[in-house]
């Protein structure tokens, strides 16, 4: 199940800047990204109960899995910085795909990136940060690539 994920903990930061303090990390989650599906609603004996839909609950748990639990967790105020690569679309000509992987056509699709975001979010609380309110600055980005991955930039501020 998580063969086709790889990750690698370096230190440092999209920009190739260098870390300044110990929390700053790196980390690359291969796979296509998931977004946060909305909470499912049953009822079972007449009471209602809510569950996390099985493929974001098992997105967030290849998250923790890849990503080494921090001790103790970071009580600091945190910035992250997320890029998700998305798989292209087949149908794309050949001038069109190295737009796209250039970067010059990015994704404007279904789902949204606040999605994206809130399942990362989600795995890493409890997991690197106390809770996601620590979290003060956030910059996300989707890319569209031939090698879909999500990269997280984490740094205590």
Known sequence: MYKELVIYVLTGALAKVKPKKPMDRYYEIYGQPVAKGRPRITTTGGFARAYTPKKTREYEEKIK????REEPLCADPVELHIRFYEKMPKSFSKKRQLKALTGHVRPQVRPDIDNYVKCVLDALNGHI????????KLIAERFYTDNPRTVICLRSI
């Open 65 to 68: 899995w890849l990503i080494p």
């Open 129 to 136: 940060y106390v809770d996601d309110k620590q979290v003060c």
